[in-house]
Structure formats: C-alpha cells, structure tokens
C-alpha cells in the first residue's frame, strides 16, 4: 500500500478547457495572492494545481492502478474548507479527478 500525506490546494477550473487564457491566468494570480499572504508555499504543476507536500511516504511512486491513502483538506481561496480528512482513507487512483 503506497502512503500520501498531502494539503492540496486545486482549482480544478484552471486547467478546464472551458475557460480563456485570460481567466486562466486571472484564477493563477488570484491562487498566488492567496498562497503569499497565508505563507503556503506550493509547487505548481504543469495542469495549473498547486500542492504542498507535508509528508511523502516511501516505497514505489503510485501507479494509475494502485489503491492510495491519504490525509488532505481542501480550501477556497477566501478560506472556506471545502472537504478535510483527517485520518487516512483509501482511495483508487484511477477513480479520482486528475488533480490527485
């Protein structure tokens, strides 16, 4: 079993093909504001996520197949949590949304 302790801060809205450059880049902004004044520091990803890393588990990296368990909690950029977990659950990889 592969161990991921992780804070992800996603907008997934930022890497959907329905919105212009320009809101893009509005939305990133607005994310590196957030992550400035609440001194986060994350990495981008290529697809517009942001994660901060608290603890990696060792072993293996994952695989799409592979079943997963995590601790994470999920904020707005004005605060709100929108779903926290505090103790690790199990999850399929391939079931989740590709920000995961």
Do not use: H
Not at 33 to 62: C, F, H, Q
Request: with cysteine; proline share 3%.
């Amino acid at each position: 079993m592969k161990a991921l302790l992780a804070i992800v801060l996603l907008f997934s809205f930022v890497s959907c093909s329905d919105y212009s450059t320009d809101d893009k880049n509005s939305f990133d902004q607005e994310i590196k504001a957030y992550l400035l004044k609440n001194k986060i520091k994350a990495k981008r990803s290529d697809s517009g996520v942001y994660i901060t890393m608290l603890s990696e588990g060792s072993g293996e990296p994952v695989k799409y197949n592979d079943e997963i368990r995590v601790i994470y909690k999920g904020n707005l950029l004005n605060g709100t949590e929108f779903d926290v977990q505090y103790s690790p659950i199990e999850m399929k990889l391939k079931t989740l949304i590709p920000a995961w």
